[in-house]
């Protein structure tokens, strides 16, 4: 199992609105198609203005098929059209973690 760990920094004031529309509409998309949904997180002490999604996948090989996918799909090309409109995101991070052998399994 390894996990995608994505850290994205937004411009301020801007997460409320990028956040009501990724449950309404991205999260679905993406729950159809990606691994395990550890969770969405935002910032409240640190480095501000930053949301953290944890994913769950058997391998890189899973997880590398799975967001091909998901890259066909046309529901989300509009989502993410829509998406980079808001001109909110500022950057995006991305981490692939691999659990030490005595970790707990996810999932």
Partial sequence: MIV???TYTFRP???GK???KFEAEGLP??????????????????N????????GYDSLADREARRARMAEDPAWQTFLSEVWA????????IK???????SPPIG
């Avoid at 990606?34 to 969770?39: A, E, K, N, Q």
């Avoid at 808001?86 to 991070?93: V, Y």
């Fill in 4 to 6: 995608d760990h994505r």
């Fill in 13 to 15: 004031g801007t997460i």
């Fill in 18 to 20: 990028w956040l009501k």
């Fill in 29 to 46: 998309i993406q729950r159809r198609h990606l691994g395990v949904f550890m969770g969405l997180f935002t910032t409240e002490i640190g």
């Fill in 48 to 55: 501000l203005n930053q949301v953290v999604f944890l994913w």
């Fill in 86 to 93: 808001l001109d909110a995101i500022q950057a995006q991070e």
């Fill in 96 to 102: 692939i973690l691999k659990p030490a052998a005595f």
